[in-house]
């Protein structure tokens, strides 16, 4: 709730002026494992969250938050690989044969974790082999090749902090306005699950989404575009997958 209250909202609810939709359940997706094929040209693993959202018509306001555990140490430790996850997507990223969907990567805004190195990735400056990266990016709808600014807002992570027995949250809260293809302001959190210690920090707004329907999915991820074998499975834990959508009442007869 950005922009009132709770009471302030169960007040305008109240008397009219808002209409409040898109209340969700605590249930979240059960833990699970994604391990990529090997194929080429280029090949990953996706799951979509158990449940998906449909954006209502005259939305003012969307936000969709995601926290989740993952256990991707050897993946980071070893490759150039990178772990995903996705909010506000129309679709996931991969078929269940690893290859691109037909509307990869699913237009929403999320989060990259792994080797971003320029020249894909030219805002991640001090990128090396010793490092990882964390950051925001905004994926694209139905053309994996199309040009993006890549992981934005990134941060350089060293790799010692992400060795074997680590286990990562990751935390996306993604606030958006009204329209078609909204603009938004994504803040995505990284730290050790065990100690607490914050990790990494990324905050960015005035991202518009690329997904062209009103299906809100999330979806999690892992690449395997450089065939690297062997390959490494990464585990994911859910514990929040939510939406919610502020909308505007219906006028009668016309709206002013």
């Known amino acids: 709730m950005k922009w009132f209250s709770a009471p302030t909202l169960v007040l305008l609810a109240a008397i009219g002026l808002i209409q409040l939709s898109g ?9 699970f494992v994604l391990n990529p094929a090997l194929c080429a040209p280029v090949c990953g693993a996706s799951q979509l969250a158990d449940r998906s959202w449909i954006k209502p018509g005259r939305a003012t306001y969307e936000d969709q938050n995601v926290e989740v555990d993952i256990d991707a140490a050897d993946l980071l430790q070893a490759g150039q690989e990178s772990v995903f996850v996705s909010t506000m997507s129309g679709d996931q990223a991969f078929t269940p044969t690893g290859q691109f969907t037909a509307n990869a990567t699913g237009g929403g805004i999320g989060i990259v974790l792994g080797s971003a190195q320029p020249p894909y990735h030219p805002n991640c400056v001090g990128a090396t082999a010793q490092n990882r990266q964390f950051g925001i990016f905004g994926y694209t709808w139905a053309d994996p090749w199309a040009s993006t600014p890549g992981v934005r807002d ?3 992570i060293a790799k010692g902090l992400l060795t074997r027995g680590t286990i990562v949250h990751v935390s996306i809260i993604t606030n958006c306005g009204r329209g078609l293809a909204p603009v938004c302001a994504v803040t995505a959190t990284l730290t050790n699950k065990a100690t607490g210690a914050m990790l990494a920090q990324s905050s960015l707004s005035g991202v518009r989404i690329k997904n062209p329907l009103n299906a809100r999915k999330i979806w999690y991820g892992v690449s395997n575009f450089y ?8 585990s994911f834990a859910p514990g929040r997958e939510t939406y919610y959508a502020e909308v505007e009442p219906q006028c009668n007869p016309i709206c002013p």
């Open 154 to 156: 990134c941060k350089n």
């Open 23 to 31: 209340a969700t359940a605590a249930a979240v997706t059960p833990p």
């Open 227 to 234: 065939a690297d074998s062997p390959n490494y499975p990464v």
